[in-house]
């Protein structure tokens, strides 16, 4: 079937698919497949049985090909295995807290820059309406086709029913901005006009710091939103139980801060470079630099647990694999007396 063609479902008369193996079997293949030898002690296949009956094989065997196997045909436990997946389930857990804060400041610096630059026809509320504030035609016809959809699948919503019983189905945005998704969000950010979404980069940031606006803006303003992009990618990750370590992240990739990027090319990276955990969290640090000084303890205090996961774990868990280099926690670090001058 060539990519281009609808996908059907169909009969496999050729019966070439890979047989069901019971959990015994499946035992066996973590055990030996790929090369790559995985041991059982006879309480480790007790504990196999269980785990295998919530936990997809595939799961597993591809955390397994990112134990840190060399060509000393080292070996390692069903434990080093359970080991890795805890830690990628430590990065999950502790991540996701951060790209939801980041999910409401995204919400509040859109609906409020939008609706304070907004002097058009319409009411600031319903500026979303105006055709005039997209970038192109289409863009406005593909977000009011959205936002209906929206509007529709949360109709239960006690803030969407009463503005269509009480307020003739009128909805201003900020009350729409809440029942959008991160996704949806974005989406209708990325169709604004280049000059309200340069006013969401100064009214929502920069107006924070002048000097900052003086001597970073134009950087700022022209990586902030690949910034939330990354956070957003990272938001469905963890969302959905998708794995981090290891994982070349290709969708949401964020431009690296000039700062930023002069402390990585001591340990030879790149602008490019951009595709693994560590890029990504780098701009997450940056997007909290703006927010309150008690979420920026609270990402120091992840920092903080993070390494010592890290060093607890250092027989299963490399670096390399997530992208960190050797002053990895110095990089991502919020100083706390600094404030936005970090930025400068």
Same mark, same amino acid.
């Given at each position: ?18 047989? #069901? ?68 389930? #430590? ?36 500026? =979303? ?47 729409? !901005? ?15 006009? *280049? ?9 929502? #940031? ?15 303003? !022209?990586?902030?939103?690949?910034w939330f992009s990354a956070a957003w990618f ?10 981090l370590y290891g994982k070349l992240l290709i ?5 690296? =801060?000039?700062? *930023? ?84």
């Amino acid at each position: 079937m060539m990519m281009t063609d609808p996908f059907k479902f169909s009969n496999n008369p050729s019966k070439s698919m890979k047989p #069901f193996l019971n959990l015994n079997r499946l035992i066996h293949r973590l055990e030996c497949s790929d090369g790559l030898k995985l041991t059982f002690t006879d309480k480790e296949k007790e504990e196999a049985l269980t785990i295998l009956k919530t936990t997809n094989y595939y799961t597993l065997s591809i955390y397994k090909k990112q134990l840190p196997y060399d060509n000393t045909k080292n070996i390692f436990t069903f434990s080093n295995l359970i080991q890795l997946v805890e830690f990628d389930t #430590f990065l999950r857990q502790a991540i996701s807290p951060f790209t939801q804060r980041i999910e409401e400041i995204m919400k509040t610096t859109v609906v409020t820059s939008t609706c304070v630059n907004y002097n058009g026809r319409f009411s600031k509320g319903e500026c =979303y309406l105006d055709q005039k504030i997209y970038a192109t035609p289409e863009n406005y016809e593909e977000i009011i086709v959205s936002l209906e959809q929206t509007v529709e699948e949360n109709k239960t919503s006690l803030t969407i029913k009463h503005h269509i019983e009480k307020k003739n189905g009128h909805i201003p945005l900020w009350v729409l !901005a809440e029942e959008m998704t991160f996704g949806q969000l974005s989406f209708f950010f990325s169709s604004l006009n *280049d000059d309200i979404r340069k006013n969401w980069a100064y009214y929502g #940031f920069l107006s924070r710091n002048q000097q900052l606006k003086k001597v970073k803006g134009e950087e700022i303003n !022209a990586r902030l939103a690949s910034w939330f992009s990354a956070a957003w990618f990272l938001r469905n990750l963890c969302a959905h139980n998708q794995r981090l370590y290891g994982k070349l992240l290709i969708t949401g990739n964020p431009q690296i =801060y000039s700062s *930023d990027m002069r402390k990585m090319k001591r340990y030879g990276k790149k602008k490019n470079d951009n595709r693994d955990l560590f890029a990504y969290l780098i701009s997450i640090k940056n997007i909290l630099i703006f927010d309150t000084l008690s979420t920026q303890t609270r990402w120091n205090t992840f920092l903080n647990k993070l390494e010592n996961e890290i060093e607890q774990n250092s027989n299963v868990v490399k670096l390399f694999k997530i992208g960190f280099v050797p002053d990895w926690k110095n990089l991502l670090e919020i100083d706390l007396d600094k404030g936005l001058n970090q930025l400068l």
